[in-house]
């Protein structure tokens, strides 16, 4: 039996059975309540329970050279299924190939209306304030990460210090946040002025990865079209989508649903990716698609650049259960090699998404994975599920009223 035609508890056991997990651990898979009061109390405010999604895992991706399972959080089945099908399409050909940056987030210091004589003050102690924001992390430093990089910029109104940061494994907003401010003390003390604000900035620039890959033609035919005029078409469509800001806002959803997904089930902060990502896809003053693809040597070549902001240590990452579950499924050692996983999931979202689109149409696969959704909103319970999506799909009469009307007929027997 294929994966997704196993049972909960089968998949379980095939994940203890090739080393994903251990016996222990899957029982915190089995209980269905892998988040204490204690915890949820730390991570929210005015908590009064916890809001269950479903948790599972995409297969088939190879990255640079090592394969994964990859666990995904969402409500949506065709998303897991579409980045499973494309990476083992992508893994016949090759798997994906990455270049992962090191995570530098930036952080501003702002001042407003200061002289002239003041900004040439500050100009002047520069290898001062670079020292001292270097020295006000010493942990960070002993990672290997710490400052990097700093620079002024004049605005009409304001004065702004950046701050590089090297922040190494995690995603670091708060220690970002603690060296700026501590930083903003000491800039304050040496103009005698007032500083508006200390924050990071999310514009995701300094955590740029690429994700490549070169397909077989072999791998995209359907059974009524051959692979390369599918290739040819997924050309087109991605041309267009650089043309097109209403399809490329569509395309780069496409690739975020794999990506959020992912950092939901490792801990991390989609909010936070989402305006990285969004924002650099307008960088050239005209939205942009994440990813383009093209021909050569009878293959067709998906190129995905774009910023991932992550982290693989610290915060929520280390507090959530499933989280920590899900970076010991995929053997995670460093931030680098889960932008790397996550970058690969996003192009491969991409490309189901495209080869659906250019082919039979993105319901017919998504409607189908979406008729148990429509049982269980029909009302079917248990049994009953499996039983209404099965005529759904054969009837591929996709409506709520119909999956009631399926049930009603079922319990009438």
């Avoid at 065709?78 to 090191?102: C, E, H, L, M, Q």
């Avoid at 990506?259 to 939901?264: E, F, R």
């Avoid at 896809?281 to 910023?307: C, D, R, V």
């Avoid at 690969?344 to 998504?366: D, E, F, K, M």
């Amino acid at each position: 039996m294929k994966i997704y035609e196993l049972t909960d508890e089968q998949r379980i056991k095939y994940l203890i059975k090739n080393g994903y997990i251990t016996e222990s651990q899957a029982e915190l898979l089995r209980c269905r309540q892998t988040i204490s009061t204690d915890v949820a109390d730390s991570l929210s405010e005015n908590q009064i329970g916890s809001f269950s999604l479903p948790y599972g895992f995409a297969t088939d991706f190879l990255v640079d050279g090592n394969e994964y399972l990859v666990p995904m959080v969402i409500e949506e089945p065709s998303v897991i299924a579409a980045a499973s099908n494309a990476a083992k399409r992508i893994k016949n050909s090759g798997g994906f190939r990455t270049f992962p940056t090191d995570r530098i987030v930036y952080g501003q210091i702002v001042l407003e209306d200061i002289s002239d004589e003041i900004v040439a003050q500050l100009e002047k102690q520069d290898s001062e304030i670079f020292e001292f924001a270097q020295k006000s992390h010493p942990s960070l430093i002993k990672r290997g990460g710490g400052v990097v990089s700093l620079k002024f910029n004049r605005y009409d109104s304001f004065f702004e210090i950046e701050l590089g940061i090297n922040t190494v494994d995690a995603m670091g907003a708060n220690l970002v946040n603690s060296i700026l401010e501590k930083t903003a003390h000491k800039i304050s003390d040496l103009v005698s002025g007032d500083i508006l604000c200390s924050i990071l900035s999310n514009s995701g620039q300094g955590q740029v990865i690429t994700v490549e890959t070169d397909i077989d033609f072999a791998q995209l035919a359907t059974k009524t079209m051959s692979g390369d005029e599918v290739a040819n078409r997924i050309v087109k469509l991605s041309d267009f989508a650089k043309e097109s800001v209403k399809r490329a806002i569509t395309h780069n959803k496409g690739i975020m649903n794999g990506i959020d997904a992912v950092l939901l089930a490792t801990g991390n902060d989609f909010r936070a990716q989402e305006a990285a990502a969004h924002s650099f896809a307008y960088e050239s003053g005209h939205y942009q698609p994440f990813s383009e693809w093209h021909l050569k040597n009878n293959k067709l070549i998906g190129t995905l650049k774009m910023p991932i902001e992550l982290g693989s240590v610290g915060g929520a990452i280390k507090a959530l259960p499933l989280a920590q579950l899900s970076l010991e499924i995929m053997k995670i050692k460093n931030s680098k090699q889960l932008q790397s996983i996550v970058g690969a999931v996003g192009l491969a979202n991409n490309l189901s998404a495209l080869r659906a689109l250019v082919t039979t149409g993105i319901q017919a696969g998504h409607m189908g994975l979406q008729s148990k959704s429509l049982a269980v909103s029909a009302g079917a319970v248990g049994s009953e599920i499996q039983q209404v999506s099965q005529i759904l799909n054969q009837t591929k009469n996709y409506t709520l009223e119909d999956a009631k009307n399926i049930l009603l007929e079922l319990r009438k027997k």
